[in-house]
T-cell receptor
Framework: SQKIEQNSEALNIQEGKTATLTCNYT??????LQWYRQDPGRGPVFLLL?????KEKRKERLKVTFDTTLKQSLFHITASQPADSATYLC??????????????FGSGTRLSIRP | DAGVTQSPTHLIKTRGQQVTLRCSPK?????VSWYQQALGQGPQFIFQ???????QRGNFPDRFSGHQFPNYSSELNVNALLLGDSALYLC?????????????????FGPGTRLTVL
């Protein structure tokens, strides 16, 4: 069955450093991959979308890579700040009409940035 | 411009009861998806509505049903509640590519409804 794995343990990073989060998937050929941020008690907030034919996407201090051979995406936050502390979710969407909208989420990685 | 709104914010029910959750999508959006998020887990896709029809469905029993209205707002109904239905229920809206009825776009999530089943 389709599976998405994200770092199950919390990631603790010193302020100013680059945080790197990993998303691995199996038994799936996604058309696109999304990253979301979720704060406690709130709904996820969309950050970035990268398509299968794209290798890298950037938005301000955020960078996402997508390697369909390794079945892996890396999410980087450069010059991290305490305000970046949150849970980050990886989500995949499929290629077919039926799977494109049936987005599958990973369980998320909790990121803590210490001052 | 209001984002996605959901009501109620919190709800406490007992086993066997029925519950209805409501969602208003972001202005300009025509597609609504519902997710269940258990504590410490990622959201799980329940189903998606477009043009007042259920277009896609995840692995949830028939106790979970929904509806979309002409103004694109949506309801999620859960019958015969079980303890395991306790979760945060999230609504997300997006817009479908014209003529395809498929949304590849970013989803905007509401704040969720916290359902507790006792």
């Amino acid at each position: 069955s389709q599976k998405i794995e994200q770092n199950s343990e919390a990631l603790n990073i010193q302020e100013g450093k680059t945080a790197t989060l990993t998303c691995n998937y199996t038994n799936y050929s996604p058309a696109y991959l999304q990253w979301y941020r979720q704060d406690p008690g709130r709904g996820p907030v969309f950050l970035l979308l990268i398509r299968e034919n794209e290798k890298e996407k950037r938005k301000e201090r955020l960078k996402v890579t997508f390697d369909t051979t390794l079945k892996q995406s890396l999410f980087h936050i450069t010059a991290s700040q305490p305000a970046d502390s949150a849970t980050y979710l990886c989500a995949l969407g499929g290629k077919s009409y039926s799977s494109a909208s049936k987005i599958i989420f990973g369980s998320g990685t909790r990121l803590s940035i210490r001052p | 411009d209001a984002g996605v709104t959901q009501s109620p914010t919190h709800l406490i029910k007992t086993r066997g009861q029925q519950v209805t959750l409501r969602c208003s999508p972001k202005s300009g959006h025509d597609t609504v998806s519902w997710y269940q998020q258990a504590l410490g887990q990622g959201p799980q896709f329940i189903f998606q509505y477009y043009e007042e029809e259920e277009r896609q469905r995840g692995n949830f029993p028939d106790r979970f049903s929904g509806h979309q209205f002409p103004n694109y707002s949506s309801e999620l109904n859960v019958n015969a509640l079980l303890l395991g239905d306790s979760a945060l229920y999230l609504c997300a809206s997006s817009f479908a590519l014209a003529g395809l009825g498929v949304s590849y776009n970013e989803q905007f999530f509401g704040p969720g409804t916290r359902l507790t089943v006792l």
